[in-house]
């Protein structure tokens, strides 16, 4: 099913038409040239052959173009098409768990970043191919991934979702009482992490991200991600769960570039996502809210996300939980609605994690960072 999604020249068209996505991946290899120029590189996952054109533009020795779909037969079709370059371009059907290839490759391109960056798993075939295929400090195009998160209000989400189980609370639909499914409903509409573009002012704490270092992290440390959270509340609200965004780095020699999906920034096909609590708590300025983001992958590609929050007021301890399927997702693709600000509360208050200078990777595989201002409540946690 997997490969058959991909080897459908509308899901390609889908992400290929995302200017941001394609448009950051083209400057990321035409102002790195130097990256390229003589060079071996390998596409993994290559699907249309568009990075692979890229890579051959950017003066590439030679490109392998490793894609176990479909979809090879048609990247063969418009790579050929393209004569100037195709005859640096070489498209192998097969996954890159079992391919071989006559030479290492000098640098790895590649987009397997899914929703929440580790949707559909293709970040372990990033890293296999890593291993089996890139020479010794060989680059890789993205080489670093970071989830961002962030809890957040939004009464107008949560009712809604809500609200879909109202239907079960019939005590007489055609003579049938479905109240005794009403739970299970209930239940079921929140375990649907929601993808969607929203608002930054819906953010409640600055945010903090976990760093996924592509060049070093091992393919089993990709099966369970542990992340603790820890943050401080700008506002009197009610929390209705935590926000989540992405971003990854292309480590050029020349021109480092991030291609981010933040709330805010340009609209990515990736949007945002948002794990909705069925309980909501109520916290006020300056309280420390903390618990922790679990995932574990399974074999539908995907992961199931565990999440837990807790904050006190006064004497009480308040704690919700969620478990949340990220292969069923409800997509929720409307624009933004228009909220006002809560007080006296600034968006870029609440995604400063995103202001980061683009150096390169220190030799200890960690990301240099903008030291976030001393008020803001950022953590940064590395994998």
């Not at 899901?11 to 071996?40: C, K, P």
């Not at 239907?167 to 375990?191: H, I």
Request: charge should be negative; glycine fraction near 6%; proline fraction near 6%.
């Amino acid at each position: 099913m997997y490969f058959h999604y991909y080897g459908q020249l509308l899901h390609q068209q889908n992400m290929m038409q995302d200017f941001v996505r394609t448009g950051t991946y083209y400057a990321a290899v035409i102002e790195n040239r130097s990256d390229f120029l003589g060079r071996v590189v390998v596409d993994v996952g290559a699907g249309s052959g568009i990075l692979s054109l890229f890579a051959a533009q950017a003066g590439a020795k030679h490109v392998y173009a490793i894609e176990a779909s479909e979809m090879a037969e048609y990247a063969k079709k418009l790579i050929a098409g393209n004569p100037s370059l195709n005859e640096r371009i070489t498209v192998i059907k097969g996954k890159v768990e079992e391919v071989e290839l006559p030479v290492k490759a000098d640098i790895l391109i590649s987009e397997p970043m899914g929703t929440l960056l580790v949707n559909e798993r293709m970040l372990e075939s990033y890293v296999i191919a890593r291993d089996r295929f890139l020479v010794p400090n060989g680059k890789m195009f993205p080489g670093v991934g970071r989830i961002h998160m962030a809890p957040f209000s939004d009464e107008y989400l949560y009712m809604e979702i809500a609200n879909k189980a109202i239907f079960w609370q019939q005590q007489s639909y055609f003579g049938v009482d479905l109240t005794p499914l009403q739970r299970s409903a209930y239940e079921g509409y929140f375990s649907q992490p929601v993808v969607d573009a929203f608002d930054p002012r819906l953010l409640v704490a600055p945010a903090i991200s976990h760093v996924i270092n592509f060049t070093l992290i091992k393919e089993e440390d990709l099966y369970e991600i542990e992340i603790p959270l820890k943050f401080t509340s700008s506002v009197s609200t009610r929390i209705h769960g935590l926000a989540c965004w992405f971003d990854v780095l292309f480590n050029g020699s020349t021109v480092p570039r991030w291609l981010t999906t933040a709330p805010g920034a340009p609209t990515t096909h990736w949007y945002q996502l948002r794990c909705v609590l069925s309980q909501p708590l109520y916290v006020m300025p300056g309280q420390e809210i903390t618990g922790h983001l679990r995932l574990v992958s399974h074999k539908a590609q995907s992961y199931t996300i565990y999440l837990i929050l807790s904050a006190t007021v006064g004497d009480m301890l308040q704690t919700s939980s969620g478990k949340l399927d990220l292969k069923e997702p409800y997509y929720r693709m409307s624009q933004p609605q228009a909220y006002s600000l809560a007080q006296d509360q600034q968006p870029t208050q609440l995604l400063q994690t995103q202001d980061i200078l683009t150096q390169s990777v220190d030799q200890d595989g960690s990301v240099p960072v903008q030291q976030p201002s001393p008020n803001s409540g950022a953590e940064l946690h590395s994998l």
